[in-house]
């Protein structure tokens, strides 16, 4: 069991700049690859970016590539995203995930992750 919790969301201008964190419990955190997803209202849930467990390896939503960068410290069992250049229509929750099965691959969908946070809300004003 992981519990994943997120942290750093706000209000902040456009072609502003915000970190958000995710903080998992447990020991074997660098044992899985981790993903961020965000919904907009009134939208479904969309992929982001990825980061593999090592952390060499990233990938990330052509909407978003360029101005987000993900990261992991794993002696912290804390993943990042960096939101640089923010953007109206970047405006959502934003929730961190981990993929309990070794892949070694990037993934990009829902259902590729088994274990969710409870989101936090990022709010960017035009």
């Known amino acids: 069991q992981v519990q994943l919790v997120e942290s750093g969301g706000g209000l902040v201008q456009a072609g502003g700049s915000l970190r958000v964190s995710c903080a998992a419990s447990g020991r074997t955190f660098s044992s899985y690859r981790m993903g961020w997803f965000r919904q907009a209202p009134g939208k479904g849930r969309e992929f982001v970016a990825t980061i593999s467990r090592t952390g060499f390896s990233t990938d990330y939503a052509d909407s978003v590539k360029g101005r987000f960068t993900t990261s992991r410290d794993n002696a912290k069992n804390t993943v990042y995203l960096q939101m640089n250049s923010l953007k109206a229509e970047d405006t959502a929750v934003y929730y961190c995930?981990?993929?309990?099965?070794?892949?070694?691959?990037?993934?990009?969908?829902?259902?590729?992750?088994?274990?969710w946070g409870q989101g936090t809300q990022v709010t960017v004003s035009s």
């Open positions: 995930a981990a993929a309990v099965y070794p892949y070694n691959d990037d993934r990009r969908e829902l259902d590729d992750y088994d274990y």
